[in-house]
């Protein structure tokens, strides 16, 4: 079982960036593929982002391909989602996956952290 914990939302205005964090606890986190999902008002959770153990693979949703970058240490239990060039529809409650498959349907694996709000003004 791991623990997870984001930080770093807050607001920024489009066209700016923000480096969002994800501290595990808990378990083996190099064991885990990680992964970024994001909620928006009103809308279903979708994937953002994923990384394997090893993380010499990543994997983007279209809508952030070119934009986010998605990192790990795993000497630092600490996974990283990197955005930039922030748009108003970036806006959402952004949570950390443990377990995400790295298969095409890029499903959640069952660990969650509760979150962090991300809001870009335009």
């Known amino acids: 079982q791991v623990q997870l914990v984001e930080s770093g939302g807050g607001l920024v205005q489009a066209g700016g960036s923000l480096r969002l964090s994800c501290a595990a606890s808990?378990?083996?986190?190099?064991?885990?593929?990680m992964g970024w999902f994001r909620q928006a008002p009103g809308k279903e959770r979708e994937f953002v982002a994923a990384?394997?153990?090893?993380?010499?693979?990543?994997y983007y949703a279209d809508s952030v391909k070119g934009r986010f970058t998605i990192s790990r240490d795993n000497a630092e239990n600490t996974a990283y989602l990197q955005m930039n060039s922030l748009k108003p529809e970036d806006t959402a409650v952004y949570y950390c996956?443990?377990?995400?498959?790295?298969?095409?349907?890029?499903?959640?694996?069952?660990?969650w952290g509760k979150g962090t709000l991300v809001t870009v003004s335009s």
């Open positions: 990384i394997s153990w090893t993380g010499d693979r990543r």
């Open positions: 808990g378990s083996t986190f190099s064991m885990y593929n």
């Open positions: 996956n443990a377990g995400v498959s790295l298969r095409a349907t890029m499903a959640a694996g069952d660990y």
